[in-house]
């Protein structure tokens, strides 16, 4: 049995964003976005531009963005009595954008509901999501990653009430994403399509979306990276993460998220990289348990075999400049306990096909390192 739900409307093609003004009603905007990016790229003075309502811009969303930050967001909102909110960016200002929706409508800290389990009560404050990278596909669901920086942790939160009510996909919008960012946010959708396809929590509907964005993050990510200008690898760039955050809102996600949760808290490396690095070895120990969805991945990443597909994966590590193990950022095998001890926390490690327990555990972040 499996059902679908996806509140959120997708509104998705070059220019996409023309149409904003539609979904913008005359109360105040809360705009959140990162620091830099999208005032450097001109599109913060555009939509204050195109809208007659009156944008208070939050600039602080932050990689692995904390509670703290939310808790600020909030309180600007509430100062300005926005009535809406706008998340700019890539899955970091949409998530804290989530967030601060979320709070604003129910009051109380975002640590209470992202890390003390508080149910909200009340409907978030209404919602857009504008994803200006290819990667989260936080656009299309119900989750945002939230860390406590002081703590070290970092927590997948997940809830009916934070799914946008309108997403706007416009992939112009990502031609000004550097290469780096464009090969590791790139990763993180491949990483949701694998981990989605191959879940225990799986369905039709969900392999659907999770095939067709593997297809097409293997077919056009190296073209995006190599050639920022190119639209229409672009353009695939920005539906597949779409339809690989659809696939993961159904069939979660399994072990590299959770691994990558517990290396990016303590080491250097981004979401999408930390993500890619445990799937070869994944899908080695996956075999056994999916041999039939295993080789279904390497075929959609244009192998012929599950050996193929694992040296594809490694080739794309290393085609986009990508770290290939966790010791090129300083993880060593004295630190196995430390990791196992923060990814265990995360349920999504029994959607895991082959199930999975310390010592298995140990033994692939062995081959991870
Ligand atoms: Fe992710």
Redesign the pocket.
């Known amino acids: 049995m499996w059902s679908y739900y996806m509140p959120a409307k997708l509104v998705f093609g070059v220019d996409a964003l023309d149409e904003l003004s539609k979904y913008v009603g005359d109360g105040k905007i809360l705009l959140v976005t990162g620091r830099h990016a999208m005032k450097k790229a001109g599109v913060i003075d555009r939509i204050v531009d195109m809208l007659d309502a009156n944008v208070v811009v939050f600039d602080r969303a932050e990689e692995n963005p904390s509670y703290q930050t939310v808790d600020k967001g909030v309180e600007l909102l509430d100062e300005n009595r926005c009535e809406l909110v706008i998340g700019l960016g890539g899955g970091s200002a949409m998530d804290t954008a989530k967030m601060i929706a979320l709070v604003a409508a129910n009051g109380g800290s975002c640590y209470d509901y992202v890390f003390d389990g508080k149910e909200p009560s009340k409907p978030s404050l209404p919602l857009i999501a504008i994803p200006t990278t290819s990667g ?1 596909g936080s656009e299309a669901n119900r989750f945002a990653v939230i860390s406590d920086n002081e703590r070290h942790w970092k927590r997948g939160f997940h809830h009916e009430s934070i799914y946008p009510d309108v997403s706007i996909i416009d992939p112009k919008l990502t031609l000004t994403m550097p290469p780096k960012v464009t090969a590791n946010s790139g990763v ?1 959708a491949l ?2 399509a694998i981990e989605s396809y191959w879940s225990k929590k799986s369905s039709p509907m969900s392999e659907m979306f999770s095939l067709r964005a593997i297809e097409l993050v293997f077919q056009n990510l190296e073209k995006a990276y190599r050639n920022p200008n190119d639209l229409e690898a672009r353009t695939n760039m920005s539906f597949a993460s779409m339809l690989a955050g659809i696939a993961i809102n159904l069939a979660g996600v399994t072990a590299a ?1 959770p691994i990558s949760h517990a290396v990016t808290a303590h080491f250097g490396i981004t ?2 990289n930390g ?1 890619l690095i445990p799937l070869p070895a994944l899908m080695d120990y996956n075999k056994e348990a999916a041999p039939e969805k295993v080789l279904a991945i390497a075929r959609a990443s244009g192998a012929s075999s599950i050996e193929g597909g694992i040296r594809n994966l490694k080739k794309l590590a290393e085609v986009l400049g990508l770290k290939t193990c966790f010791s090129e950022v300083g993880v060593a095998e004295k630190d196995i306990p430390l990791l196992i001890g923060e990814s265990s926390y995360s349920s999504s490690l029994k959607n895991n096909p082959r199930e999975l327990t310390e010592e298995t555990l140990t033994g692939l972040l062995k081959k991870m390192i």
Do not use: V
């Open positions: 989260t993180d990483a949701h998220h979401h999408g993500c």
